[in-house]
């Protein structure tokens, strides 16, 4: 068995692994959620599967906590416990005063009582605002609305790899990261 990286890799839902869509694309929806049409990003479950298998991960959304409870139930492979798995309720609340409006934050210092320090937390997310205060420990990803044809988890998943021994995740510069080759 390969050896696990003491890294931890959190994941949004929204956009990121899967779309949730009020009308039906060109194409079947993965599964349904109450009236929304769910899209699962190409690839995700076997993505789950492999990223596990390196690093311990977990899910958290700014949706509400039934929303992703049940999301993740359907996406996450059976074998795979993933370290949390959180919603609304863990985001902290926040206002852009420039814009006078709110947005759900997600501070990831709440994750050093489940063990992970800042330097060793990656958070993967196509908002770039939903992690302002941790800059450093994001991988912004390109947002998915259902193209059937999207590969950016293979790339991601080759990415991510090169982080498993990295001391601290937070000193690597992400930008442009889709331009790495391994
Ligand atoms: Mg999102």
Known sequence: MESKSDKLII??????????????????????FDAYYVYERPGVRSFLSDIARHFTIGIWSSASDDYVAEIVDHIMPATIEPLVVWGRSKCTMKRDYEYDTYYY????????????????????????????????????IK????????????????????????????????????????
């Not at 210092?109 to 450093?136: C, H, M, W």
């Not at 999207?150 to 998943?157: G, R, Y």
């Open 11 to 32: 994941f949004d839902l929204d956009e990121t692994l899967i779309h949730a869509n009020g009308a039906e694309l060109g194409y079947p929806a993965h599964f349904m």
């Open 105 to 140: 934050e997600k501070r990831l210092d709440k994750l050093k009582k489940k063990g992970f320090r800042l330097e060793q937390i990656l958070i993967v997310d196509d908002s770039p605002e939903k992690a302002r205060t941790n800059y450093g420990n994001a991988v912004y």
């Open 143 to 182: 947002e998915f609305t259902g193209d059937g044809n999207d590969k950016e988890l293979q790339f991601l998943f080759n990415y991510l790899l090169t982080f498993k021994t990295t001391a601290n995740v937070r000193t690597v510069e992400k930008r442009g990261w889709r331009n790495f080759s391994s």
